[in-house]
Nanobody, 123 residues
Framework: QVQLVESGGGLVQAGGSLRLSCAAS????????MGWFRQAPGKEREFVAA????????YYADSVKGRFTISRDNAKNTVYLKMNSLKPEDTAVYYC????????????????WGQGTQVTVSS
């Protein structure tokens, strides 16, 4: 069982930066691949980024590639999403998720989800 708590969201102007954190409970955090997803109002939840259990492999949606960076610190049971050059279309609730297995961008393959943190980018 893994419990996930996101933090770090907020209001930022276009072009600004934020760093989201996702703290995980449980002693087996390092066994899980982690992902970040987002859901904007009226839209379906979508994949943003994922990272393997070791941190050696990362994956990004095309819409955030080059602007967002996913990383993890297994000693702190935490995964991060650094977001640079934010755009109004990045406005959404951001969720972290965990799965036992390889990192991927398929929402249905993730077993554990956090409650989400709101990111709002003003123009």
């Amino acid at each position: 069982q893994v419990q996930l708590v996101e933090s770090g969201g907020g209001l930022v102007q276009a072009g600004g930066s934020l760093r989201l954190s996702c703290a995980a409970s449980g002693r087996t955090f390092s066994s899980y691949a982690m992902g970040w997803f987002r859901q904007a109002p009226g839209k379906e939840r979508e994949f943003v980024a994922a990272i393997s259990w070791s941190g050696g492999n990362t994956y990004y949606a095309d819409s955030v590639k080059g602007r967002f960076t996913i990383s993890r610190d297994n000693a702190k049971n935490t995964v991060y999403l650094k977001m640079n050059s934010l755009k109004p279309e990045d406005t959404a609730v951001y969720y972290c998720a965990a799965r036992f297995g390889r990192a991927m961008g398929v929402i249905s393959e993730y077993d554990y989800w956090g409650q989400g943190t709101q990111v709002t980018v003003s123009s």
